[in-house]
């Protein structure tokens, strides 16, 4: 099917380069359905009725919403790559359970009941679509290629998912400033404060009762499996009860949610977004340690992930990280030679340096342009 629309792509292109079908949407269409059968580009008009025949209802082009009728709100994920993805998956996990279980919230209005995403390629929409397809919420799921503007207008609820250099490039496309008025705009970008996105969104002069509310927020990767720590920064002036609820409420499907002030929020970059990464590490090396020894490769890793929740599991129930070497070790045993050998690594100084030099970038990103 992919050679079919490329071909269609390349020979219907005088058809469709009319601001309606441009050829990317014609490849990312037709991948995203993943249609079997391929009309030959006889006229604009005969295209656009194989495409109602094929049943497209999910991947909206630049002038075509595909909406879905029903209560509650529509949330939005702008440039929705691997962060974006997460988020999603991790909610739609949550709805899909709650719907099993029969169970009902009594805060109804805080559920999206539509989705809407916008990719800059094909291959971003496929990826989507991958990853999302098997749950019933896909199905309310429009993805726009290329126009994260028409996605905003869509969203009553909208997320900045772009790296940390590029929020330019989106807050100041034509009608961008307009499609956000009035709306909650939660941007998960590492380095970029809420001064940085109001400068690059509106101008000085610009009325309050047109601009967008601007929540900054840190998830992180492990949103996917609903295992993430969300830091939020609290708002000067706050957000309304309505706003913040809505806040918690996405984040909160994702995993766990901590309000922070802004201006620790770089240091959050690090120690909730970057440390699952130097978590891994550390997994790494000490399963390493088993499979050297001849441990199964398998078995040796998930005891060391294992490990890895049960001590965290007790830091959060209270316990100090002191506390909990402790309570495994005793003298002259081989939990108190262990801890021997990592601290003349000096390991817990080399995490600390690791953590204040990883701030440091995060302090810098803000700061690149696109």
């Not at 996605?151 to 590029?166: F, G, Q, R, T």
């Not at 002030?261 to 891994?280: D, F, K, S």
Request: proline residues 5%.
């Amino acid at each position: 099917m992919l050679q079919h629309s490329r071909s269609l792509s390349r020979r219907g292109l005088q058809y469709f380069n009319t601001g309606i079908y441009t050829s990317a949407t014609v490849i990312s269409r037709a991948e995203i359905a993943g249609e079997k059968t391929w009309y030959p580009p006889r006229t604009h008009q005969s295209f656009k009725r194989a495409y109602t025949a094929s049943k497209i209802t999910r991947m909206a082009s630049s002038n075509t919403i595909s909406s879905v009728k029903g209560d509650g709100y529509t949330l939005g994920v702008l440039a929705c790559g691997t962060m974006g993805n997460a988020i999603l998956s991790g909610i739609f996990q949550s709805l899909n359970e709650q719907n099993k279980l029969h169970q009902s919230s009594s805060d109804r209005q805080l559920i999206p009941s539509r989705f809407v995403a916008s990719v800059r390629r094909p291959e971003g929409a496929q990826k989507i679509k991958s990853e999302l397809r098997h749950y019933p919420q896909f199905e309310k799921l429009s993805i726009y290629q290329n126009d994260n503007t028409s996605a905003a207008k869509e969203a009553d609820v909208v997320i900045l998912a772009c790296a940390p250099n590029k929020p330019a490039s989106i807050l100041q496309a034509p009608g961008m400033k307009e499609a956000l008025s009035g709306k909650l705009l939660i941007h998960i970008l590492a380095g970029v404060s809420v001064k940085d996105v109001q400068e690059q969104l509106h101008d000085t002069t610009a009325p309050e009762t047109s601009q967008c509310t601007i929540v900054r927020t840190l998830p992180n990767a492990a949103a996917a499996v609903r295992q993430s720590c969300t830091v939020v920064a609290t708002s000067d002036p706050l957000l309304t009860p309505e706003h913040d609820a809505i806040v918690k409420w996405i984040f909160s499907q994702v995993g766990r949610v901590i309000y922070l002030p802004e201006a620790q929020m770089n240091i959050a970059a690090v120690l909730a977004g970057a440390t699952p990464a130097m978590m891994a590490t550390l997994i790494d090396g000490i399963a390493q340690g088993g499979i050297e020894l001849g441990s199964p490769m398998r078995e040796s890793y998930e005891m060391a992930a294992q490990a890895m929740i049960a001590a965290g599991t007790l830091v959060l129930q209270g316990a100090h990280p002191a506390q909990v070497r402790d309570g495994c070790s005793c003298p002259g045993g081989c939990t108190a030679k262990s801890l021997a050998v990592i601290e003349e690594g000096a390991v817990k100084g080399t995490l600390a340096k690791a953590v204040r030099e990883g701030v440091g970038v995060a302090e810098k990103l803000g700061a690149k342009s696109d």
